[in-house]
């Protein structure tokens, strides 16, 4: 199984790699993502987070809170934390875009990693022209049997629209909806025939100590051995001005037979039109801890 992933995945890098090459603004977000990582380390991942994060970035810390703001408070910490993109999608309009990938933590850039999970980002082209993340969310799992390939990019100069448009704030009241359909479908339909009906092969699940699953069937299988009751309340969200990218994130509560996976999440929806229909392109919950 974890072959027929890691050659899926490498399918999916070859086709993103080729759109890449004709999509300036697919390049330009990519290289603000490497230039992230390479400012974590060489400033500090706090000081990397608060370069690169929008006003009204979210982080979950451990539940939603302006990252900005946050960040600002904090103290800086040891450690260096990496990681790198697989995968990534933009807008028509290129004002806002996702990429996801594996990361890990070391003490120092001299020892090994003690920690490793995937992460998910979703960034929005400001006033300005540059890309800031306006959420990030991750999990933890274990460390990787496979070697996933690193996105490339080429130095493109984006589309000049681009920079007027990434301007707008448009409300993502359509994805909330959707959001708060999911309950009501899933007590209908089941979690798993739910999914099905908002994901694609290029979907990704991410959950603590799972690597990510990739794909319809992968994904329906996970909500087959993971039936049960699926409560969504969205909080917020964004969508591109082409109105065809967008995320939602909120609370889930689930209720099934496996009492270690009952209880109340933060989770995140990147959403991405496909023709008509609206799917869930990545899919990330995290568990919070109860006191």
Known sequence: MKKYLFALICLIFV???????????????????????????EIGTRDAFL??????????????????????????????????????GISHDGDMGFTTGPADFKKDKDSSAIWFGNFSTVWQRQSNGE??????????????????????????SPNPSALRKGMKRIKADQLLNYDKEFTMIISKMGVASTYKKFINEE????????????????????FTKNSGTYLFNPIGGKISSSKD???????LKITNSDENKNGTYNYMHIWKKEGKRWIIIIDVANKLETK
């Not at 977000?29 to 400012?39: D, N």
């Not at 999990?139 to 690193?150: A, F």
């Not at 979907?203 to 996970?222: C, H, K, M, N, Q």
């Not at 990218?245 to 609370?251: C, D, K, L, S, V």
């Open 15 to 41: 086709y993103t790699n080729n759109a890449q090459i004709k999509n300036p603004n697919l390049n330009s977000m990519i290289a603000t993502e490497y230039a992230f990582v390479s400012s974590a380390a």
């Open 51 to 88: 370069k690169f994060i929008a006003d009204d970035g979210i982080i979950f810390r451990p539940n939603a809170v302006n990252g900005k703001t946050y960040l600002s408070n904090a103290p800086k910490r040891p450690g260096l934390l990496g990681w790198y993109p697989t995968y990534a």
């Open 131 to 156: 890309f800031k993340f306006v959420i990030d969310m991750g999990i933890g799992n274990n460390k990787p049997t496979e070697q996933y390939v690193p996105l490339k990019y080429e130095m493109t």
């Open 203 to 222: 979907s990704r699940l991410l959950r603590d100590e799972l690597y990510p699953i990739v794909g319809t069937s992968a994904i329906a299988d996970y």
């Open 245 to 251: 990218i967008g995320f939602t994130y909120g609370e």
